[in-house]
């Protein structure tokens, strides 16, 4: 624990990185398996990025953003031109968390109803608005945002029947939104049915209600797509970005939303709070456009699709074990769950001694995302060192 800092932390001291690859203080070097928790594309260090960090930091001025700055329009442009569907208009933010509170508020103005849905177990941020969607919300914390409705996790066979309460839902007619992940990550990575996602999108369709796609941790190419959206060719309303939107080398946001939907919000005129004083500041933007920019060139999206495949290849036999429940991934993105709440702790914390990242999601469920462009071999040891450790622990 910290002395001065308010958050919890462990004492292994990460003073730099390089690649896939974590050093601590005395010079050791660990497989990034984490990635920052879906934050790392390129890599750490990324001489492209160098490059352009090396570029900026001396510009010595800021700009309001009430003004109009030439790069701004013409990144805002970029994500218009890669995100799925009609998703054309802007909204800038510093973080995910806000991502997602100015979805919440953009949902409520466009429709002028208060009621948002979304899915219990899930992780959306710690402002107010954010941690009312999901599960984040504490009793030492309470009350949260009102009027914020919660379906289960579709994990366990259980998704026709969240269907059915979904659609019961919005055909009352006064559902705002419906705001999830395409794909949960924060519960342990699920992937939901194939057909889940299209058919709540079609019931919000049929009943005005606006289909949300929270994409802070699945976007710019985490699950072997450009965004998870496109798993099941999704035209979201709002979708919100963050974390690998920057590649963890700015603190950036966005909510981007459809034409529709932002003449919406603005056509009865009037105050919509949307100010962020640091949202997109100008280094900020210039260095996440590099990121995004490399994202694609890359391609990035199929190396995760393809080094993803072969790392679960490598630890699906994991499963054979009598502790292991599952072991699942989509892309760069993974849990493995265990069947004892005691092991997850620790199981991370012996793979850090043996050079391995890795995080828990939860008391049983072991969660990393790897940067975006590790290749085999690295894949291949960080596999073997943690299929060591949980062959020890639960056989
Ligand atoms: C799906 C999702 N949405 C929103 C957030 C909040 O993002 P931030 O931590 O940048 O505020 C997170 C963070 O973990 C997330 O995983």
């Not at 941690?131 to 259980?158: F, H, Q, R, Y």
């Not at 705001?179 to 709540?200: H, Q, W």
Request: glycine share 10%; proline share 5%; with cysteine.
């Amino acid at each position: 624990m910290s002395k001065y800092l308010a958050d919890y932390g462990d004492n292994t001291n990460f003073v730099d990185g390089e690649g896939c690859f974590l050093i601590d203080k005395n010079g050791k070097k660990y497989i990034d398996f984490l990635g920052g928790w879906c934050v790392s594309t390129v890599g750490w260090k990324h001489p492209k990025m160098m490059e352009v960090l090396q570029s900026t930091g001396n510009r010595g001025f800021y700009i309001p953003p009430s003004y109009s700055w030439p790069e701004w329009e013409s990144f805002a442009k970029l994500l218009a031109d890669i995100t799925p569907g009609k998703l054309q208009k802007v909204f800038r933010t510093t973080s995910g968390s806000e991502a997602v509170e100015m979805a919440i508020k953009i949902a409520r103005a466009a429709t002028g109803r208060k009621k948002i849905v979304s899915i219990d177990e899930e992780y959306h941020g710690h402002t107010y608005g954010a941690l009312s969607v999901g599960s984040a919300l504490t009793s030492a914390i309470a009350p949260g945002v009102p009027e914020m409705l919660k379906l289960p996790l579709p994990n366990v066979g259980n998704a026709e029947d969240v269907i059915a309460q979904f659609e019961k839902i919005a055909s009352a007619g006064d559902l705002a939104a419906f705001l999830g992940e395409p794909v949960f990550t924060n519960s342990g990575t699920f992937v939901p049915p194939a057909d889940f996602y299209p058919r709540i999108a079609e019931i919000c369709k049929q009943n005005g209600t606006l289909f949300v796609m929270d994409e802070v941790a699945t976007g710019f190419g985490r699950t072997g797509k450009l965004f998870a959206s496109e798993h099941w060719n999704l035209e979201p309303d709002i979708m919100c970005l963050a974390k690998g939107f920057s590649g963890g080398y700015a603190t950036i946001g966005a909510t981007i939303v459809t034409e529709e939907v932002a003449n919406r919000v603005f056509e009865k005129g009037g105050y919509f709070p949307y100010y962020s004083t640091f949202g997109w500041m100008p280094d900020d933007m210039i260095i996440t456009r590099k990121n995004v920019e490399l994202v694609c060139e890359l391609k990035l999206w199929e190396n995760a699709e393809s080094v993803g495949k072969y790392l679960l290849t490598l630890l699906k036999p994991l499963e054979d074990l009598a502790k292991v429940k599952e072991v699942r991934g989509i892309g760069m993105l993974f849990a493995i769950e265990l069947k004892d709440k005691s092991l997850t702790g620790k199981i991370s914390s012996e793979v850090l001694k043996n050079g391995l990242v890795v995080d828990t999601a939860s008391p049983e469920i072991l969660f990393f995302s790897p940067p975006l462009i590790m290749d085999k071999e690295t894949a291949t040891k960080g596999a073997r060192i943690l299929s060591e450790v949980i062959k020890k622990h639960c056989s």
